[in-house]
Each structure stands twice: as C-alpha cells, then as structure tokens.
C-alpha cells in the first residue's frame, strides 16, 4: 500500500508546485497586461477613441517591466512567467499594429514591415519552441527597437485623434522609422540564433 501510494503523493506534490508557480504576483500582472488587450480593441473599433487607445497601448506597455522586476525581487521567476511576458508584448504590440492598419492610423509602409518582421520571426521562435523546447534569448537592442515603436506607434494614436500633432508628430516618424531598421537588424540575430539552436544539441534552460 505504501508503495502506491507515493507516486500519487510525488504527483500531487508536483501539481501543488505547478500551481504556486503559477499563482504568482509577477505573473497575476502579466495576465492583467493580457486581458487589457480585448479591452483595447473595443476602444479602438468599437468607440473610436484613438487617443484612449494610444493610453491603453502606452499603459500596458509601461508595465512591461513590472513583472520581471517582482518576478526577480520576490524570487517568483517561473517558467509561465518567461513565456507570459513576452507573450503580452507581442500581442500587444501586433494588436496596436494590426488594429492601427485597420483604422487607417499607422503609415502601411511601416504597419506592413512590422507585421511581416512579427511573423517570420514569431514563427521561427515557436518552431524552436516546438523542436528544442527552447526560448530565445532577448537581446538589449530588441528591448531599445520595441520601446522605440512602443513610443512611434501611440504617437501616431494621438496623431490620429488630433492632439498635440506638433509634440507627437516628429516622435512619431523619428522613434517609427529608426525602431522598424533597429527592429529588422535585432530580427535577422534571432534568426541566426534559431537556426544554431536548431541545428544544435538541445540546450535546456536557455531563455
């Protein structure tokens, strides 16, 4: 009896450390971080709003950096939580580019090379996500290519909604255009990294 019963105790013990994983402070912010983008479409499509929209998009991504800091500063790094963040980031910046083309916001020529620079990119780290279940590495300078557009793409919002166009108009070329080279030439070192990872033994761990 004792023997079947410790494998349903080390299966109950690993779910309970699955779930206080996954309840976790850091993580609580990444999933409000989600749920605000719905939100942002309806302000968007639904009201027409473009300036609560360039809030919203300025708000969720502000906080980007919240939850890796309690994350580290309450030692509650997770694996859930590595791949939430990066998830609200991408999803949030696809929504403001997507939704942007939709409503005529965004200049197409900049909206278009973004959403294709997201695909082939995104693509190729899922696929290392499926074949290595790895995860790529941030690099600094795709941080400083996505705060950037992260400050071009609301600017445009609020060019949009006629508000202050001689503050946020010359942001929102400068940031728009010198974010899409940075974010390319970022883009073209994970593709590189993929494919080594790819072709390589498997690499565990790696984020």
Excluded: H
């Amino acid at each position: 009896m004792t023997e079947n019963r410790e494998p349903k105790t080390q299966n109950t013990e690993a779910k309970r450390g699955l779930w206080e994983d996954a309840l976790t402070i850091p993580n609580a912010v990444s999933f409000v971080r989600l749920l605000g983008i719905p939100y942002f479409w309806y302000v968007l499509l639904g009201q027409e709003r473009y300036g609560f929209a360039a809030f919203l998009i300025f708000l969720i991504a502000s906080t980007d950096w919240i939850d890796g800091y309690l994350a580290r500063r309450l030692d509650k790094v997770s694996e859930l939580g590595k791949a939430l963040d990066p998830l609200a980031d991408r999803l949030m910046i696809g929504s403001a580019i997507i939704g942007g083309l939709i409503a005529g916001i965004l200049p197409a020529f900049i909206g278009v090379a973004l959403l294709i620079r997201e695909v082939v990119v995104g693509g190729a780290a899922i696929y290392l996500g499926l074949v290595k279940r790895e995860q790529i590495a941030v690099r600094t300078l795709g941080k400083t290519a996505t705060f950037l557009l992260y400050g071009s793409i609301p600017s445009f919002y609020l060019l949009a909604a006629d508000i202050a166009p001689w503050l946020f108009g010359p942001p929102a070329w400068i940031a728009g255009v010198s974010g899409l080279v940075l974010y390319y030439r970022v883009g073209a070192d994970y593709l590189t990294d993929i494919r080594k990872r790819v072709s390589g033994p498997p690499q565990l761990g790696v984020v």
